[in-house]
Nanobody, 121 residues
Framework: QVQLVESGGGLVQPGGSLRLSCAAFGRIFSIYDMAWYRQAPGKQRDLVAAITSGGNTNYEDSVKGRFTISRDNAKNTVYLQMNSLKPDDSAVYYC???????????????WGQGTQVTVSS
């Protein structure tokens, strides 16, 4: 059993910053790609940023230069530092990870419960 537990969401004014965290718990052999997605009301869930186990990153165009994804492999944790936040960034943010629970096992896709980010004055 694997759980992804997110924290760090909240209400922030435009131009402000937030840092999201997502820690993986349970039977974990290896974590591969980790990512953050977001979903605004009435819209689909979209990729925001992703990071490989080796530290390679990619970002959705609208967050480039403002958001930074990072990970601490020793803590099984991924972070999303969000700066210069805009009202359009308001959404529920979900953590995603590809995790193998046993040696030689295929990695499975896991999701966190979501954390609300609201950018408003």
């Amino acid at each position: 059993q694997v759980q992804l537990v997110e924290s760090g969401g909240g209400l922030v004014q435009p131009g402000g910053s937030l840092r999201l965290s997502c820690a993986a718990f349970g039977r974990i052999f290896s974590i591969y790609d980790m990512a953050w997605y977001r979903q605004a009301p009435g819209k689909q869930r979209d990729l925001v940023a992703a990071i490989t186990s080796g530290g390679n990153t990619n970002y959705e165009d609208s967050v480039k230069g403002r958001f930074t994804i990072s990970r601490d492999n020793a803590k099984n944790t991924v972070y999303l530092q969000m700066n210069s936040l805009k009202p359009d960034d308001s959404a529920v943010y979900y953590c995603n990870a590809q995790i193998a629970t046993l040696p030689h096992a295929y990695a499975m896709n896991y999701w966190g419960q979501g954390t609300q980010v609201t950018v408003s004055s």
